[in-house]
């Protein structure tokens, strides 16, 4: 039979050592799970107010111009309330169409053969429009909201179809994403969106 050595002891200092590299990687796993945790929870929480407060919305098309363009990225308030000229997202063949308030429920819109428009008899003072033209409109004129609707228009007239065209119509309570309130992207016209 042959004698087993046994192995010698490591000094006290290799011992120590070895210990604190155990008591550290236990804390750092310890400290790695927390932080994944919290970055999950904080994502979780950021997504839930993008989706149902806050809406992220990209610019498709060029019917906002020259107060949106195509690919602007704009951040919109769900369920906000809104006035004549606020800029709003709302939902159309499942689609997300932006557009302009320019009437609501009960009021009357006219537009003239230039493309101006009146609002219950008084021509609109809208800054925001370069290309004043009365656009794609088969509906009757002088037109009515109807109760619990807006009148909606895009901003470059020539190319916008929207609450002048049958087609589109006046938008819903329902229908309604939210009023735009910032441009985010690019980041050199970051800022609140006019009305």
């Given amino acids: 039979m042959k004698n087993k050595q046994t192995p010698p002891i490591p ?8 210990l604190q590299r155990i008591k550290y990687n236990k804390r750092y ?12 929870v904080v994502a979780a929480i950021a997504i839930l107010i993008a989706v149902l407060v806050f809406p992220v919305l990209r610019i498709h098309g060029s019917s906002m111009t020259p107060s949106l363009y195509d690919g602007n990225l704009v951040v919109c308030l769900k369920n906000s309330s809104f006035q004549v000229g606020d800029s709003i997202a709302f ?24 493309g101006y428009v009146y609002v219950n008899g008084t021509k609109l003072d809208e800054p925001y429009v370069e ?39 006046c938008v819903s309570d329902e229908q309604i994403v939210g009023r735009l309130l910032v441009r985010v992207w690019p980041l050199k016209e970051f800022g609140l969106i006019k009305h």
């Fill in 11 to 18: 000094p006290l200092e290799e011992l120590e050592a070895e």
């Fill in 29 to 40: 796993g310890r400290v790695l799970r927390s932080t994944i945790n919290t970055l999950v």
């Fill in 91 to 114: 939902y159309y063949n499942n689609k997300i169409l932006v557009k302009r308030v320019i009437a609501r429920s009960g009021e009357w819109v006219d537009i003239d053969e230039d």
């Fill in 131 to 169: 290309d004043h033209a009365r656009g794609e409109c088969d509906i009757t004129l002088p037109y009515q909201v109807p109760e619990g609707r807006v009148f909606v228009m895009g901003d470059h007239r020539s190319v916008s179809v929207d609450s002048r065209s049958t087609s589109v119509g």
